[in-house]
């Protein structure tokens, strides 16, 4: 076969180091686009960029030789150098160490879009633990609570 053809589509999800709330509405609207930016430059589509102080979701589509944790690697330890590097933000930004990611189907884009880009409103009603430990039992993902928040 001449070409490889893919529509690898994830939903990732990942948080702030201890769950701080470092990224502020200002710091969103930059960080968003910035790590939309890293996507791209790694050949991948950033279809949805979202969160709230905490955490962010991310709705990206990778290119085939680009593994889930390799794209993560890149997205993380850039963006939090970049977050770390501006003088309007504390100096220990961090992502945490861990990451959750679902596969989706194209039939499914637009509603994970729509989930992403609701998620101010969403986490009033439901913190991210809470988020989280219903994505993981929807994609019937084995997890032990004991380690969830190392």
């Given at each position: 076969m001449p070409s490889t053809y893919?529509?690898?589509l994830y939903h990732i999800v990942f948080s702030t180091k201890d769950r701080r709330p470092y990224i502020n509405p200002k710091l969103r609207t930059e960080l968003?686009?910035?790590m939309g930016g890293i996507i791209a430059d790694a050949?991948?589509?950033a279809i949805?960029?979202?969160g709230v102080e905490d955490h962010v979701h991310l709705l990206v589509k990778l290119p085939a030789d680009l593994a889930a944790s390799d794209a993560l690697r890149l997205i993380k330890s850039n963006s939090s150098k970049w977050a770390g590097e501006r003088p309007d933000l504390v100096r220990t930004f961090a992502w945490q160490t861990g990451y959750?990611?679902?596969t989706?189907?194209?039939s499914q884009v637009p509603s994970v879009r729509k989930y992403i880009k609701n998620q101010v409103?969403?986490?009033?009603r439901l913190t991210f633990k809470q988020e989280l430990v219903s994505l993981l039992v929807k994609h019937e993902i084995?997890?032990?609570r004991r380690f969830l928040w190392d």
């Amino acid at each position: 076969m001449p070409s490889t053809y893919t529509n690898l589509l994830y939903h990732i999800v990942f948080s702030t180091k201890d769950r701080r709330p470092y990224i502020n509405p200002k710091l969103r609207t930059e960080l968003h686009p910035y790590m939309g930016g890293i996507i791209a430059d790694a050949r991948g589509e950033a279809i949805e960029i979202g969160g709230v102080e905490d955490h962010v979701h991310l709705l990206v589509k990778l290119p085939a030789d680009l593994a889930a944790s390799d794209a993560l690697r890149l997205i993380k330890s850039n963006s939090s150098k970049w977050a770390g590097e501006r003088p309007d933000l504390v100096r220990t930004f961090a992502w945490q160490t861990g990451y959750s990611a679902f596969t989706v189907s194209k039939s499914q884009v637009p509603s994970v879009r729509k989930y992403i880009k609701n998620q101010v409103q969403h986490h009033r009603r439901l913190t991210f633990k809470q988020e989280l430990v219903s994505l993981l039992v929807k994609h019937e993902i084995e997890y032990d609570r004991r380690f969830l928040w190392d």
